[in-house]
Nanobody, 125 residues
Framework: EVQLAESGGGAVQPGGSLRLSCVAS????????MGWFRQAPGKEREGVAT???????RYADSVKGRFTISKDNGKTTLYLQMDSLKPEDTAMYYC???????????????????WGQGTQVTVSS
């Protein structure tokens, strides 16, 4: 059974940092494109960062230079390091797996067929 479990969210002041983790089970993390998405109240879910099979990455323009996606295949864990956080980063963050997708890293939500339950990130002073 495929499972994705996020953790690491919380409340932080503007300029602060958080690291999100996503433990994956039921499939080989190394063989699949993985992504982080977020959804703020009243907004659509949007792609934040994605990592491919051979560590290629892509980022949304809004987070470039501030967020870093990485993975530890041995620990079957996906990470999102978030620095210089802004109030507009406030959202529920989701880990996702594109298990039927064969292309390069993508932020296209429709390519992802497995999702975690999400972890809340709140950036406020």
């Amino acid at each position: 059974e495929v499972q994705l479990a996020e953790s690491g969210g919380g409340a932080v002041q503007p300029g602060g940092s958080l690291r999100l983790s996503c433990v994956a089970s039921g499939f080989p993390l190394s063989d699949n494109v993985m992504g982080w998405f977020r959804q703020a109240p009243g907004k659509e879910r949007e792609g934040v960062a994605t990592i491919g099979r051979v560590y290629g990455t892509r980022y949304a323009d809004s987070v470039k230079g501030r967020f870093t996606i990485s993975k530890d295949n041995g620990k079957t864990t996906l990470y999102l390091q978030m620095d210089s956080l802004k109030p507009e980063d406030t959202a529920m963050y989701y880990c996702a797996a594109a298990l039927d997708y064969e292309g390069p890293p993508t932020l296209a939500r429709g390519e992802y067929n497995y999702w975690g339950q999400g972890t809340q990130v709140t950036v406020s002073s």
